[in-house]
């Protein structure tokens, strides 16, 4: 809504004072220089471009944020991606978004700026402003001409780089999933699930208990790169679209990332239909899948959806029970059974020296790591972890500032160290959550929204909010050609 206000002033605005906002419009060919002189405006829906950074001619990209729907129904997002040509395609990074009514102003003085574009401080505080109105951007360099240039990436191969670039992910992950990606016949089901069950009970970065078994807590070592999915609630199409981008599976196939899923990937949420079961079978389907193909890299904390339990309720429609009835009846008794063994040998927390996550809430008891590890009968540490939310008026049982605090110093983390939860949606128009009631570092990720998916991942030694536009990718990946008929 402020952004909508936001716009309409600005339109009051421009058409009070014309001259002050004018802007030549240029249908750009080929190179173009930008001077101080004038502001230029440019449509470039069609091919994406290059800008040539004053002082050195920093190559960066500016591309239509890609979209693999096809279909006439897909919602142009008239939003812009700009990152650096020279780490974009090679690892996981991060990039900037130019959504309608968004500015940037590119310079060297801002830190942020210099590490995801590769700007060098030699770069002007204030050398290039980029503006997307309507899907219409507005150039204008800031210093003496010569400035920065801009050219239009023409060539077939640059044009459709970005999305060539995920198309090759689609194809690797039909390879992981199967063709089609649907759902496992009830053998096929069982032989995997019982596969990730022999892996959980000897799982890598699973402290022992005392009795010898897996322990609750997942220790992931410092060099590992974390990428965290929050709460999917059976939306297959989520998890698909944080497979798809970025370079998080290029990084899961090179060994060198970690995927930890923080539990509720199951039970459909808000407008779908919460009795639909299917979608939360296949979505553990792929999971397992994942978890076989990457062992030692793939994690799944355990949420308090992922439970059999009749207390997992939503709107009167009893989640818990409905799961387990359908599992009997389309997978049989030993499946169910099977499941109920996943859940118990599920870890709750997932750290590292970078980050650490859970499902619901930081512990609001006093504990330890040690306690944590030995999780197993511990009711209300469960109750704790996976099932609380933030204190408020009405919740006095909830987590607060120091609960987040204590949790870190339980783990003998950093003070500035991310601690990062699912579980508690906290606004309709967004999917992940910063700074959350004032306590610094402190994310709530819910990865189950309709429009963008939230995850956070790690570049360096730090981990960073990431949002993508959802897009119908089962669909879209049951329908790619086979590699015969490219
Ligand atoms: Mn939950």
Known sequence: MARFIRKLLKKLFKSAFPNLFWSEEVNIKDTYQLSDKKKIKVHIRDYPFQINLYPDDKALHLYPEPSLNCSSDSVATNSYILFDPDSFYSDICRFYRLQDDDTITLGGSDPEQR????????????????????????????????????????????VKRVVNWRQKKLRRL????????????????????????????????????????????????????????????????????????????????????????????????????LDEM????????????????FPKQVFYLRGNHDSFSEEIAKHGIPQGL?????????????????????YELLPYVAYSRHFVACHAAPPVSSTSLGKIINIRNNRKLYNELADNRLRQANRPSGYAKSDVKRFRKCLDLAKNTPVIVGHTCLSLDDTLWENVNDIENHYVVYSSDN?????????????YPFRYPVESMMSIINALPGEEEK
């Open 115 to 158: 590490a995801i574009l590769n700007i060098s401080k030699k770069t002007p505080a204030r050398t290039l402003s980029i503006s997307n109105e309507d899907g219409w951007l507005t150039f204008k360099s800031h210093v003496p001409n010569p400035g920065s240039s801009i050219s239009p990436l023409f060539k077939d191969k640059k």
């Open 174 to 273: 039909r390879e992981i999933f199967g063709n089609p990606i649907a759902l496992l016949p009830p053998d096929e089901a069982i032989a995997l699930l019982q596969k990730v069950n022999e892996i959980l009970e000897h799982e890598k970065h699973r402290p022992r208990d005392k009795d010898g078994r897996p322990g609750g807590v997942v220790a992931l070592p410092d060099e590992s790169t974390t990428v965290i999915v929050g709460d999917l609630h059976a939306k297959v199409d989520n998890l698909l679209v944080v497979l798809s981008q970025n370079n998080f599976l290029e990084a899961l196939d090179a060994g060198r990332a970690t995927l930890v899923i923080i539990g509720d990937a199951v039970h459909p949420e808000g407008d779908t239909a």
């Open 278 to 293: 299917v979608s939360s079978m296949l979505m553990m389907d792929l999971i397992f899948k994942l978890k076989v193909h």
């Open 322 to 342: 409905l799961w387990e009835k359908t599992l009997r009846k389309q997978r049989g008794k030993a499946y169910k059974k099977e499941m109920s063994r996943f």
């Open 451 to 463: 429009r963008r998916v939230g995850l956070m991942a790690q570049v360096g030694d730090r981990l």
